[in-house]
């Protein structure tokens, strides 16, 4: 059934227009024809910033008046605002059967990890023996230099693919011979617009082939304002799943309420993240989901899929980072602690970089199967856990 105007535009847009007729807005505009429709964007006067050909689409700068025309065209599927996006901060060691991949020489070597957040530190777990850091494109401040001045990216880095050089091998990631592709798309406070996202996408869509990039780890996220299919980011991770990369994303820190989950982790097709309190025991019973882990459901999707460590972890650090205790007492430096579903979604990054070394041929839903059979259930509630714990047998 074909969708009136006013249904091609985000409700947060409609609103705005109605009472900011003057204004210019950015928007995410999706396009049924994109080869053909740049030029007639131009001429109706709309700004054209960037172009997202992996969705069929365009960043653009819109007058107020013209959006209600877009919406009326037939080249226009539908009109996105260009959201607020932040990092979803709030392993343990113990993450269960990953230390048997690296006895058995398993370390995701070979494998390709893109993390879009605010950047990376060359920090040594990075950088030696080998520099692992394979590219670093900035979408924020546009710099050539590899940088972050957040260190969120930093840590979310070091989880999934840290080699622990800088702590003689006390804090290791999951997948420590993994090679990283690093785009900033996150500013110094960990905040970021879903425009900059997808462009870092568009990226790792085009280099993906080339570079051998295997998966897509996702510690960010925004409210769920709208329907999963004209979500730009849903549209966005989806795209890339067909393309052959495995997307982790987080879950969201708004828990325990249930219909937290942010976006993109509402996408049913992608593999979203809760985070798991392990209370720093070796035991499993007194392992629970916590607390700020977003819940399900997104409509009548059960959302997580999993749930992975993520309170207190260890990993690398910016420079000269004031030290939590635990750190300060093993007398190591450039390494903290963070929770938040942030962390828990790039242990599973980091593990699906193990599966894919030991089998290259899998694909995406391929790996999604695979955790969702493989998962350790804690609690039965699948609306906080999903399957359960993330787990490679």
């Known amino acids: 059934m074909q969708r009136t105007y006013s249904e091609k535009i985000d409700p947060v847009i409609l609103s705005n227009v109605r009472i900011n007729s003057l204004q210019r807005f950015r928007v995410i505009l999706y396009a049924n024809d994109h080869a053909g429709c740049r030029e007639t964007l131009k001429q109706m006067g709309v700004t054209l910033l960037d172009e997202l050909p992996f969705i069929k689409g365009y960043y653009a700068e819109v007058p107020a008046g013209m959006i209600t025309k877009l919406a009326q065209s037939d080249m226009i599927d539908y009109v996105a605002a260009d959201i607020d996006v932040k990092t979803q901060m709030y392993i ?20 390709g990890i893109a993390i879009l957040d605010t950047g990376i530190y060359p920090h040594v777990d990075f950088t030696r023996p080998q520099n692992r850091i394979r590219s670093f494109v900035d979408m924020v401040n546009m710099r050539q230099t590899v940088y972050d001045d957040n260190g969120h990216g930093t840590f979310v880095a070091g989880v999934a693919a840290g080699n622990g050089t800088g702590s003689k091998g006390k804090f290791t990631g999951i997948a420590p011979e993994a090679d990283l592709y690093i785009v900033k798309t996150m500013d110094h406070n960990g905040n970021g617009s879903s425009s900059a996202v997808l462009k870092g996408m568009q990226w790792v869509a085009d280099h993906a082939q080339k570079d051998g990039i295997r998966v897509l780890s996702l510690s960010l996220g925004s409210t769920a304002g709208m329907l999963a299919r004209d979500d730009a980011m849903v549209r966005g991770v989806e795209e890339l799943w067909r393309r052959g990369i495995t997307v982790i994303t987080a879950a969201g820190n708004d828990g325990p309420g249930h219909s937290t989950i942010t976006t993109p982790g509402v ?15 070796e035991a499993y019973d007194d392992d629970h989901v916590a607390d700020f882990s977003s819940r399900g459901p997104v409509g009548r999707w059960v959302k997580p899929d999993l749930i992975a460590p993520g309170v207190d972890i260890i990993s690398t650090a ?25 962390v828990a979604t790039p242990v599973v990054s980091g593990m699906t970089a193990l599966l894919l070394q030991q089998n290259p041929n ?26 359960g714990m993330a787990f490679v047998r």
């Open 92 to 111: 343990a060691k113990k993450i269960a059967g990953v230390s048997e991949y690296h006895r058995k020489g398993i370390t995701g070597r070979g494998v």
């Open 267 to 281: 996408s049913n097709t992608v593999i979203t993240v809760g985070a798991l309190d392990d209370m720093r025991t």
């Open 318 to 342: 910016l420079p000269h980072r004031q030290m939590q205790s635990d750190t300060r007492k093993l007398g190591y430096a450039d390494y903290t602690t963070m929770s938040g579903t942030s």
């Open 362 to 387: 899998w694909t995406p839903d391929q790996i999604k199967r695979y955790f969702m059979q493989n998962a350790r259930r804690l609690q039965g509630d699948y609306l906080s856990e999903g399957r």
